[in-house]
């Protein structure tokens, strides 16, 4: 068997995964959760689906620790401000370099912890400056937001968007991780749910160009406007 293809690696038994999914805005909000202390953390929510997170998280039992955001949503409002009034004990979490309010401020390098469980935070700006992407590095897998998609990555005409920026965010911090990790979006407008890095090295259409090529490629997507751009990124505080 060739290396890209390597096996992705299992979940540890005390790991909790799941990934939700937002049919307006087709994003994914991911619940992870050490099912021995059940610590957990919920990545980028979405404000319409609190309701659903919240009745998962108590039907499991699970004590939510942060309400963590990859980067400041321009296409829906996050829902980390109204998890928090509803789940005493739940923290907001974004990056530093975002700009956006929030109890926990990262920066590269940074360990989120919930149980025995961590997350690292890789910065990966280009899409926005404040994007991150949060590794786990013992389950093998990667939460990388607008940065990088399945076959795709975020766009970077606005937010200070900038493609040369991404591409070496996505090269350097992301595709440099193991061929085997998997990598979980924050979108997918296609119905694919993950990706690994080794199938991205070889079969992303933007990312496996040139860095000058891309650079066309992303100048030139002509995508309209997010439908929420205006209410999103005006409502910074979680
Ligand atoms: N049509 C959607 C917006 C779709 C869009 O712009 N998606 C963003 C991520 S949300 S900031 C993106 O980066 N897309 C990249 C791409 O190649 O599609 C809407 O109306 O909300
Ligand atoms: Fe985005």
Redesign the pocket.
């Known amino acids: 068997m060739s290396k890209m293809y390597r096996e992705e690696v299992p979940f540890t038994k005390d790991f909790l995964f799941r990934q939700m999914f937002d049919l307006d805005?087709s994003t994914y909000t991911y619940l992870l959760a050490d099912t021995s202390t059940r610590d957990c953390v919920i990545i980028d929510p979405v404000l319409e689906n609190v309701k659903r997170d919240i009745q998962i998280i108590n039907d499991i039992s699970l004590n939510l620790k942060y309400a963590m955001n990859t980067h400041m949503?321009?296409?829906h409002i996050t829902g980390s401000g109204l998890l928090k009034k509803n789940l005493p004990g739940c923290k907001s979490l974004i990056s530093k370099s975002s700009g956006a309010k929030a109890d926990v401020y990262v920066e590269a390098g940074d360990m989120i912890e919930f149980g025995r469980h961590r997350l690292e935070v890789r910065s990966t700006p280009g899409?926005t400056n404040g994007c991150v992407t949060y590794v786990c590095q013992e389950q093998g897998i990667a939460f990388t937001g607008?940065a990088l998609?399945i076959r795709?990555?975020?766009?970077t005409d606005f937010q200070e968007g900038d493609a040369a920026t991404l591409y070496d965010s996505v090269h350097t911090q992301i595709l440099s991780l193991p061929d085997n990790f998997k990598l979980y979006p924050a979108?997918d407008?296609k119905g694919l749910t993950v990706t690994t890095v080794g199938e991205e090295k070889k079969y992303n259409p933007r990312l496996t160009r040139s860095k000058e090529e891309f650079i066309h490629i992303m100048d030139n997507?002509n995508?309209?406007y997010?439908?929420?751009i205006g209410k999103s990124i005006l409502c910074l505080s979680f």
């Open positions: 805005s949503h321009a296409d899409h607008d998609l795709g990555c975020g766009r979108h407008y997507l995508l309209s997010p439908k929420k």
